[in-house]
């Protein structure tokens, strides 16, 4: 069957989704709330000065990832959309300098054989390093104690915590070094209220069939070059939602941009959908029918738009809160200390430290494609720039302490504790004369909660819309966060035998 389809939300999730069905002969609309196409998946730009040949300063604009800038290898379902978006030439590694972890010990570089933070290989030099002696020896007892405890939970179904299971396989001190810092950070959770199986599918079954929970990340990581977990594209991420848009275009999509779904309704019981659509200043524009809908929205937009058609399902005032959020702070510095890379391609910070943000990327380190565009060389092919870098912090924890910076924090503040942060975590001296440009991106609702009420919430609109026909829900509060997954719940969602 097709007909018209109405997808609602254009990040990478409702861009792909408009692409398959109109693959499979569906006429579709697809409207995003904003003037920016891509979603969490889109570029910012930032002016630099650059000095051209004559000596003269120009401004250079440097094309910069808003937000996703690398994806899981794991699962084929990106390289493939890479691929079909004819981007595959064009996918790189992040360069082989390994990163970081900042904990209240300091910085130590972050094993390269692990899954969120978790070691796979107890005799690698980068563990013995991590850890204490003591604690290298306490986390050798995952080795050889029986893993019947949690056998039988996973037998029951029941649910385990990352915490649970790394503190009594592998000893408290793996999990504050070495797993806080990786699951804060990617997940913006902690450990001690996340599922396993939401943030490592499959590890608590690995664990149990190896007898070990560090064999158990050794067998799923199993085949992966160590450290190479993540791939970019050549230019950036926001190339491929880029490309999605073009290919829509040219495929005769209707992509609308800056209107925004306000309420839905359907014309008779399972009858076709209405859309009141409105544009950025909250005025009802126009109405839309469509046969069906796909809603690629976040949750709590999910649950506002839901809500009113579900009868009694869903209380319209029950829904899930908007989360923390994240403030990302980019700078572009001028700084000769950070040529040498001197935390690989960055750090992940345990909460309990100095520092405020919670991750840093060292990008002009992490990509040689975007070395060489700061770089800017001359006609010899010298760098012009040689000092010059790119910085990525990051703000806003889940349940963070009173007066934690973060989504909410002015750009002063954020950008001043970017430069302090930089300098604590890289160990290079840096001053705000230092820093050539700056911005701040803010992202409210990109980063799903992956427990307690606002999870509970999002979980019971799933289980409701899977009964409702002509209704499909994707995303990242659907799928799991990351590219990698939201890419392959989509696939799985919008295929042929669902319509
Ligand atoms: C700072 C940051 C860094 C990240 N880095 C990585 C990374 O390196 N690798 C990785 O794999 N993942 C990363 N992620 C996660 C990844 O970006 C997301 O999981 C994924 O892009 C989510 O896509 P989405 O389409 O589900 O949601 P979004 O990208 O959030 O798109 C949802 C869209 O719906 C629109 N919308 C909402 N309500 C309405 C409405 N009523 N009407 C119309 N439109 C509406 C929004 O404006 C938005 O554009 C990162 C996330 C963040 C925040």
Redesign the pocket.
């Given at each position: 069957m097709s007909g018209s389809a109405l997808v609602?939300?254009?990040?990478?999730?409702?861009?792909?989704a408009a692409r398959r069905l109109n693959q499979q002969g569906w006429e579709v609309t697809l409207?995003?709330?904003?003037s920016?196409?891509?979603?969490?998946?889109?570029a910012r730009f930032l002016d630099v000065p650059s000095v051209s040949d004559s000596g003269a300063v120009e401004r250079q604009t440097l094309e910069l990832?808003?937000?996703?800038?690398?994806?899981?290898v794991r699962g084929a379902a990106?390289r493939a959309l890479v691929d079909e978006l004819g981007l595959g030439d064009d996918v790189v590694s992040p360069e082989p300098l390994g990163s970081w972890l900042h904990g209240p010990a300091g910085a130590v570089p972050a094993p390269r054989v692990g899954l969120v933070g978790i070691p796979g290989d107890l005799d690698a030099p980068d563990v013995a390093a991590a850890l204490s002696p003591d604690g290298l020896e306490r986390a050798r007892r995952d080795l050889t104690e029986p893993m019947d405890r949690w056998a039988a939970a996973r037998a029951a179904g029941d649910p385990v915590t990352v915490a649970a299971l790394v503190a009594d396989r592998l000893g408290d001190e793996v999990l504050e070094r070495l797993v806080v810092p990786v699951v804060g950070g990617?997940h913006s959770a902690d450990p001690a209220v996340v599922d396993v199986e939401r943030v490592a599918p499959g590890l608590l079954a690995a664990a149990v069939e190896q007898g070990s929970l560090a064999r158990g990340v050794a067998a799923l990581r199993g085949g992966q070059t160590p450290g190479a977990a993540?791939a970019?594209v050549d230019g950036g991420?926001a190339k491929v939602s880029g490309r999605l848009v073009q290919a829509l275009r040219e495929d005769g999509v209707t992509v609308l941009r800056g209107?925004?779904?306000?309420a839905l309704s359907r014309l008779g019981a399972d009858g076709r959908w209405w859309a009141q659509?409105s544009d950025r200043d909250e005025e009802v524009v126009r109405g839309l029918e469509a046969d069906r809908v796909v809603l690629?929205?976040?949750g709590v937009?999910?649950w506002?738009?839901l809500a009113p058609v579900s009868g009694d399902a869903l209380d319209p005032g029950a829904g899930p809160a908007l989360g923390e959020g994240?403030a990302?702070a980019t700078l572009v510095v001028e700084a000769p200390g950070l040529d040498a890379a001197p935390r690989g391609t960055g750090l992940l910070v345990a909460p309990g430290t100095d520092v405020r943000a919670k991750a840093l990327t060292h990008s002009t380190a992490k990509w040689a494609w975007l070395r060489s565009v700061v770089d800017r060389p001359d006609e010899s092919g010298a760098p012009r720039h040689p000092h010059r870098h790119v910085l990525r912090l990051?703000y806003g924890r889940h349940g963070g302490a009173a007066g934690a910076l973060g989504f909410r924090s002015a750009d002063e503040d954020l950008l001043a504790a970017a430069v302090a942060d930089a300098e604590a975590l890289t160990g290079v001296e840096l001053s705000a004369d230092d820093v050539l440009a700056s911005t701040v991106?803010r992202?409210r609702?990109?980063?799903?909660p992956q427990h307690g009420p606002d999870r509970e919430a999002m979980d019971r609109l799933i289980a409701w819309a899977q009964d409702v026909p002509g209704l499909d829900l994707?995303?990242?509060?659907?799928?799991?966060?990351?590219?990698?997954?939201?890419v392959a719940g989509?696939e799985r969602t919008v295929a042929p035998a669902a319509a």
């Open positions: 609602v939300g254009g990040g990478i999730a409702g861009l792909l409207a995003e709330a904003t920016v196409l891509g979603g969490t998946l889109s990832d808003g937000g996703a800038e690398s994806f899981a990106v990617v993540v970019g991420m209107v925004r779904v306000a659509i690629a929205v976040d937009a999910a506002a738009l994240v990302l990051s991106t992202w609702r990109s980063i799903p994707v995303g990242s509060w659907v799928h799991g966060t990351g590219l990698a997954a939201v989509v």
